[in-house]
């Protein structure tokens, strides 16, 4: 059958796409950058791309007409513009207009667990969006989850971070609200078992993993399965904004993020039946062997996404081509040339940038910038990347996010998420001499921007210096 993926770029559709294409169905990505769409790793006949931003109706007609089965795989809860539950519901109005006007049967849609009476934002926003995407039309089809554990999922990584990090906690009391973790792999399963399954049609399912734990629960669990000694003590007098500080300086996520999810945290999403997993026959993965299938797929290098690689920045929100020219007039540069030993290994070593591997040259300096970048509400250092060898267009790499990557012209180009007085990029590009250029851009706003440059001279000449020297010997 043809199938119409919305969102593909990020986490769930990232891990939907292989096994749709794998059991032989015509797939059609939405994106609303295909500079961000790596065609090259599904290498399919079968896989198409479009490039469509649902909060614009005259992208709308680009949409095929002829789609079976269209997934809503949309969430706006990680934007740092706006209303998220605003960006949510005009992106729904919007896709319903569309799927109103094409022979599609059904509509797939992942929601949140919405069993009590008070919601959060996020949840709300969720239920709302199911609210709208209902029609008589098409059949709707929703799945509703609560946390997902998967390797590179937002859950499992915070929880990864809290753990690893922290070997006494002192925590707020939404750490005893009872959730049911979910495998990502099940839910998988459950996305690509319902199409166009009739008994499936215009009903919503709650799917969860066999265990209810709080929140303490699962950090004592994982700590238990990483062989770590942890103590937690839950605390009644941390206010919400001292649990997102909390969540914020601790983890990778975002202030807003964190906000979000701690309001959550205080709602249990428990699931209410089962029918769906006896319905397709799915058996459902336990708390404790998802963490170990996660860990399987980080040791292995397979994490074939994260929820880091969701854009950050408002200036990317235009579209990644616009940042691949580099600005010449009004802008400050850094330009180093070293003659590369071997270019295989200098590649080697660019492709591989960031992350655990570091940037070759003054970590801690580098360490004390990302931590100076959250002080003041930016993504930080500690994101990190999502591959440790492989590296596309729009991921997120460390404080950097990837604007363009093509190993056949030996160039690497990055433009900074970090909090600035202006924007910067920096640029790796080994030529046909075997020179490699190590450029640095920075384009400065107004006054801020030119002070900002100067007092990082210093800095800039002796990281810089370091870090190409040891990229090329």
């Not at 059609?28 to 790793?41: G, I, K, L, P, Y």
């Not at 295989?344 to 003054?362: F, H, L, P, V």
């Amino acid at each position: 059958m043809k199938i119409l993926l919305t969102g593909a770029t990020g986490y769930i559709a990232k891990r939907l796409l292989p096994v749709l294409l794998s059991q032989g169905h015509e797939v059609v990505c939405c994106v609303r950058d295909t500079n961000r769409f790596d065609m090259a790793r599904f290498n399919s006949d079968r896989l198409s791309v479009v490039e469509v931003d649902f909060l614009k109706v005259d992208e709308l007609p680009r949409i095929p007409g002829d789609c079976d089965v269209a997934f809503y795989l949309i969430h706006s809860m990680a934007t740092r513009r706006g209303s998220f539950e605003e960006m949510e519901a005009v992106s729904a109005c919007n896709f319903k207009l569309r799927m109103e006007q094409t022979n599609v049967r059904q509509v797939v849609y992942l929601s949140g667990i919405v069993n009590e009476a008070e919601l959060s934002k996020h949840l709300s926003s969720r239920k709302n969006v199911e609210d709208i995407l209902a029609s008589k039309v098409y059949a709707l089809t929703t799945l509703r989850a609560g946390i997902i554990v998967g390797s590179g999922s937002a859950s499992f990584e915070i929880i990864r971070d809290l753990v690893e990090k922290l070997p006494v906690m002192i925590a707020p009391r939404w750490l005893g609200t009872r959730c049911q973790p979910i495998a990502i792999r099940n839910v998988v399963e459950f996305l690509s078992g319902v199409m166009l399954k009739e008994k499936t049609f215009n009903d919503s399912f709650d799917i969860g993993g066999p265990d209810v734990l709080t929140y303490k629960e699962m950090l004592l669990r994982f700590a238990h399965i990483r062989g770590l000694k942890r103590w937690i003590r839950i605390v009644p007098v941390m206010t919400p904004k001292l649990s997102c500080y909390w969540l914020y300086f601790v983890t990778s996520i975002s202030y807003s993020l964190a906000s979000h999810l701690v309001n959550s945290m205080k709602v249990e999403v428990v699931c209410k039946d089962n029918r769906l997993e006896k319905m397709l026959g799915i058996n459902p993965i336990t708390y404790e062997k998802s963490i170990e299938l996660a860990f399987d797929k980080i040791e292995q290098h397979q994490v074939l996404s994260s929820w880091k690689d969701a854009l950050t920045s408002h200036n990317l929100e235009i579209g990644l081509s616009h940042f691949i020219e580099v600005p010449v007039y009004g802008c400050y540069k850094d330009i180093k040339k070293r003659k590369v030993k071997d270019t295989g290994r200098a590649m080697e070593k660019i492709w591989s940038i960031g992350g655990d591997n570091g940037w070759y040259y003054a970590d801690l300096l580098w360490n004390i910038r990302g931590f100076m970048d959250r002080l003041v509400g930016g993504v930080g250092i500690r994101r990190g990347r999502t591959s440790q060898g492989e590296i596309a267009a729009g991921d997120a790499l460390d404080l950097w996010r990837v604007i363009y990557a093509e190993k056949k012209e030996k160039r690497l180009l990055l433009f900074a998420e970090m909090k600035l007085p202006g924007e910067a990029w920096l640029e790796f590009k080994i030529d046909r001499h075997d020179v490699l250029q190590q450029t640095a851009t920075f384009r400065p706003m107004g006054i801020w921007g030119r002070l900002y440059w100067l007092c990082m001279l210093p800095f800039h000449g002796l990281i810089f210096k370091g870090m190409i020297k040891n990229i090329a010997d």
